[in-house]
């Protein structure tokens, strides 16, 4: 039997790459890829900088990018709705004003062909 937590990891989203259904997991690993830490790291309680930035930037793009409610974004990280919230607007207000973070976030947004873009 599947829970509920496990199908998300898999469940398809309404982005596709090449045909293929952009995952929570896929861009789990981009994530991670992008800002050089682990999957484990990003989804563990660990609040040393690097991995909470990491943390909120998949938050976000789970979140915005791929239409995912806050409930459903809550429980790939084991969160609280309010808490999405703060990491989506941590998000934004880094991606204003530190241009390194932004092209982070960037490259994981084209990588993951989001079409969205931020005024430079």
Same mark, same amino acid.
């Given at each position: =039997? %599947? ?18 259904? %952009? ?10 890829? /992008? ?14 900088? /690097? &991995?909470?930035?990491? $943390? ?6 789970? $979140?915005?990018? =791929? ?9 790939? &990280? ?24 932004? $092209? ?9 062909? &989001?079409? $969205?873009?931020? /005024?430079?």
């Amino acid at each position: =039997m %599947i829970n509920q937590t496990n199908y998300l990891w898999f469940a398809p989203s309404h982005n596709y790459k090449g045909g293929q259904p %952009i995952t929570i997991d896929k861009v789990l690993n981009d994530v991670a890829e /992008e800002f050089k830490v682990s999957k484990e790291d990003i989804l563990g309680k660990c609040r040393l900088r /690097e &991995f909470v930035e990491a $943390r909120q930037v998949a938050q976000y793009i789970i $979140r915005e990018k =791929m239409n995912n409610t806050l409930r459903t974004t809550g429980l790939v &990280f084991g969160k609280k709705h309010c808490t999405i919230i703060h990491s989506i607007k941590n998000v934004e207000a880094l991606i204003q004003f530190d241009k390194n973070f932004r $092209r982070k976030v960037e490259n994981i947004i084209v990588k993951n062909d &989001f079409f $969205r873009t931020y /005024e430079r």
